[in-house]
């Protein structure tokens, strides 16, 4: 199986800032990752798709870059409503295999 | 408006089965591959199976294997998730969700039920 290994698994920061949150998989997984976001008690949001594809209705302060095993998420300028945990995915391959999470929190 | 409305949740004792489904509405249900994705109290989300848009190919995760099994009526708009064997470690709320692209097997996930808690105690 693939692993997907995020970091950091906890973020404090303000709002306008920028934060970049990393995604490290196990093996090549070419651009099939996607990032979601999750706030409490909600299901998941599909944020960025293929990488670097910005899901319809998603801000474009969300940005997706990186291939093969090392890819990042960046918020350009965090809004409050951007506060929340997100997870990355591969869909390279079965059994589809998330990371940890990353909980970005209000400094 | 796309929709997925999951039932069948509950509280269930260890060794028994349910039968999750979750009633799709609002696109052609019968072009997309469906998806099952668990999440245990306070945990990160783990993909649990999939089915293919004709039903055709089925793929579990090695935790539930042998024991879950998806299912679907494209007649009904329904996608199914029989759980069976329960252990402590299947809590969790189930989500079904759809892929993104038609006719294909294996996409981001970009529409996602509300989802329905199964506990598992005695």
């Known amino acids: 199986d693939i692993q997907m290994t995020q970091s950091p698994s906890s973020l404090s920061a303000s709002v306008g800032d920028r934060v970049t949150i990393t995604c490290r998989a196990s093996q090549g997984i070419s651009s099939w990752l996607v990032w979601y976001q999750q706030k409490p008690e909600k299901a998941p949001k599909c944020v960025i798709y293929a990488a670097s594809s910005l899901q319809s209705g998603v801000p474009s302060r969300f940005s997706g870059s990186g291939s093969g095993t090392d890819f990042t998420l960046t918020i350009s300028s965090l809004q409050p409503e951007d506060f929340a945990t997100y997870y990355c995915?591969?869909?390279?391959?079965?059994?589809?295999?998330f990371g940890q999470g990353t909980k970005l929190e209000i400094k | 408006q796309f929709q997925l409305v999951e039932s069948g949740g509950g509280v269930v004792q260890p060794g028994r089965s349910l039968r999750l489904s979750c009633a799709v509405s609002?696109?052609?249900?019968?072009?997309?591959?469906m998806h099952w994705v668990r999440q245990a109290p306070g945990k990160g989300l783990e993909w649990v199976a999939v089915?293919?848009?004709?039903?055709?190919?089925?793929y579990y995760a090695d935790s539930v294997m042998g024991r879950f099994t998806i299912s679907r009526d494209n007649s009904k708009n329904t996608l199914f998730l029989q759980v069976n064997s329960l252990r402590a470690e299947d809590t969790a709320v189930y989500y079904c969700a759809r892929d993104r692209k038609q006719l294909v097997l294996g996409d981001a996930f970009d529409i996602w039920g509300q989802g329905t808690m199964v506990t598992v105690s005695s």
């Open positions: 995915q591969q869909y390279n391959s079965y059994p589809y295999t």
């Open positions: 609002g696109f052609t249900f019968s072009s997309f591959a």
């Open positions: 089915i293919s848009y004709d039903g055709s190919n089925k």
